[in-house]
């Protein structure tokens, strides 16, 4: 699957522009939910009893120890994976666009298309005719300094180019909700930087709804309006913190500022409990096969 794949599409409004398709998100309420998976020697429980609201418009960031199940609840929101038990309710606040994208961790354009067509790729997923496609696709490359390039292929691009054709494919899609998985994860500090400024000005324009994973404290609280903190295997939600920092933020400047250094030492303080604690399991299981 591509890096910004349209998972659940609706009938394209026709004739939409930049300025008349965006401004849509979606809310996600999980209950009780599991999800479990059967091994060759069993069975392994990825997530249990999650409980959690994404309100509508809202970019909550998700960190948690590695291998937690922070992607597979991501895979679960996105109608990859079915969860075992508990319920998942979706709604969105308009018509038109797709019901969900999904960005996935490193660059999954496509390496025969143009960079027009990989952002356009969504939009021809759902019929959408080529002149319309092709407009809104050059609206969003624009935006993102990238329509000179409109005619090149991947291979002549950076890595934060290519990121930011699967930003422009994943807006241009017009999503309620974008999911996204570690996107900027292969990225240098300084495109990074970059990449947070184009994400947040797409974001901003369009507060859609935004679930977004990262092992990154920083990039949790420069990007999101939530952190929601998951406890090591079995999954679930240990703690939510709100970053009450303004918007639009300036992500120099944001990070010598006192909430953010305190924001910063809570999440780490329930996410440390996590981390020790699955070390110990970890040191324990080693033990046990000297």
């Not at 120890?65 to 319920?87: D, M």
Request: aromatic residues 6%; contains cysteine.
């Amino acid at each position: 699957m591509n890096a910004s794949t349209p998972l659940a599409a609706a009938p394209p409004a026709g004739g939409a522009t930049l300025a008349e398709i965006g401004r849509r998100g979606g809310r996600i309420e999980l209950s009780n939910l599991t999800k479990v998976f059967e091994t060759a020697t069993g069975y392994m429980t990825a997530l249990s009893r999650v409980d959690l609201t994404i309100h509508e418009g809202e970019f909550l960031c998700l960190v948690g120890p590695s291998g937690c199940g922070k992607t597979t609840l991501l895979r679960v929101l996105a109608g990859l994976e079915t969860q075992s038990t508990g319920t998942m309710q979706c709604s969105i606040s308009a018509k038109g666009g797709s019901l969900r994208s999904m960005v996935f961790q490193g660059n999954g354009v496509f390496p025969w298309m143009t960079v027009l067509d990989n952002a356009a790729y969504g939009l021809a997923a759902r019929k959408v005719g080529r002149s319309e496609r092709n407009a809104i696709a050059r609206e969003y490359l624009d935006k993102l300094g990238l329509l000179a390039f409109e005619n090149a292929y991947p291979r002549e691009l950076s890595g934060g180019m290519l990121q930011r054709v699967n930003l422009a494919r994943a807006f241009a899609n017009d999503p309620a909700i974008l999911l996204m998985d570690e996107p900027f994860g292969a990225l240098d500090e300084q495109t990074k930087m970059l990449a947070y400024e184009d994400l947040l000005a797409l974001w901003e324009g369009s507060r859609k709804t935004v679930v977004f994973i990262t092992h990154n404290l920083d990039e949790a609280i420069i990007l999101g309006d939530r952190v929601a903190v998951m406890g090591k295997r079995p999954g679930r939600i240990k703690d939510i913190i709100d970053v009450r920092l303004p918007r639009p933020r300036n992500v120099l400047d944001m990070q010598n500022d006192r909430e953010f250094i305190e924001v910063r030492r809570r999440i780490w303080d329930s996410l440390r409990e996590e981390v020790i604690s699955l070390r110990t399991e970890l040191k324990v299981k080693g033990a046990g096969h000297e």
